[in-house]
Every structure is written in structure tokens, then in C-alpha cells.
């Protein structure tokens, strides 16, 4: 059965998302999610998409007052383009808007520039490089609530 449900810092479920992020974003770049610092998630929303007991996604979101970050939203690339992706950004995107969010923000792969246009994104800027994932990113923003 598949589900999303939140994930606690720190647990089993919150290591498997460390798993599969590392899998998704970081191996592939010759990098280790492992040594990053993620302390800060403590305080961040995490939900996941679960089949069964099985992590398929994974979504991360901080915030700043009424300003929301989706800070990652992974889904396990041999599954990619199977709508877990959106499943999880209009999960991320209600959370945000239930806490008074006005806008959500990302600094969201040129990659996957494309999949948030679709979800009523908007580019601004120009493409950068992240230090801690050095592949092309555009800064992208959506305005919600009242």
C-alpha cells in the first residue's frame, strides 16, 4: 500500500532517506551525503512516500517565517517520472500553505527545472553551482496562501 507520511529526525526511517538521497543526488557526483551537515533538518518537515515499508521518495522543507524551502525532493531513480515526484511537492506544498506559508522556494536542478514549471514555478535568476552539489541549479519560487 502506498503512503506518505512524516519522518522523524533521526530514526530508522529518517536513515533510510539518507540512503536513498545518497543513492539519487550525491553518489552519482562522486560525493557523500554522509559527510554533510544535516543537523539542521531537526527542525525541517520531512515526509515520505512509502510502498509498503519500502522508501520510494523523500521530501525535505525548512522555513523562515512565512517563506518555505524545499531543500530536497528525491524519488529513487529507477522509479523517476512515475508521479512520486508530484505526489510529494503538493504534499510539501499543503504543509507549507496549512503553516501560513506565502511563498516556497528551491534551489532546484536545472534538471528538474522542467517538472516544477509544470507545478506553477517560476526561474529567477541565473543557473549557479551549489558547493555541496556541483551540478547546475536555478533558483525557483511559487507564491501561495493569501
Known sequence: MENI??????????????KLR?????????????????SSEK???IIGFFDNEQLLGVGVMSNKNS???????C???????????????CCLEKIAIE???????????????????RHGYRSIGDVF???????????MEKMVGN
Open 99 to 117: 503553516k501560513g506559508a506565502k511563498k516556497i522556494c528551491m534551489d532546484a536542478r536545472v534538471s528538474a527545472e522542467q517538472f516544477y514549471l
Open 5 to 18: 507520511k512524516f519522518i522523524q529526525y533521526g530514526t530508522k526511517d529518517y536513515q533510510d532517506t539518507l
Open 22 to 38: 545518497n543513492k539519487v543526488m550525491r553518489v552519482p557526483l562522486g560525493l557523500d551525503i554522509y559527510k554533510e551537515d544535516l
Open 43 to 45: 527542525n525541517s518537515v
Open 129 to 139: 553551482l551549489l558547493d555541496y552539489a556541483p551540478v547546475q541549479h536555478i533558483f
Open 75 to 89: 524519488v529513487d531513480s529507477e522509479i523517476q517520472s512515475s508521479g512520486i515526484g508530484g505526489k510529494l511537492l
Open 67 to 73: 517563506v518555505y524551502k524545499i531543500e530536497y525532493l
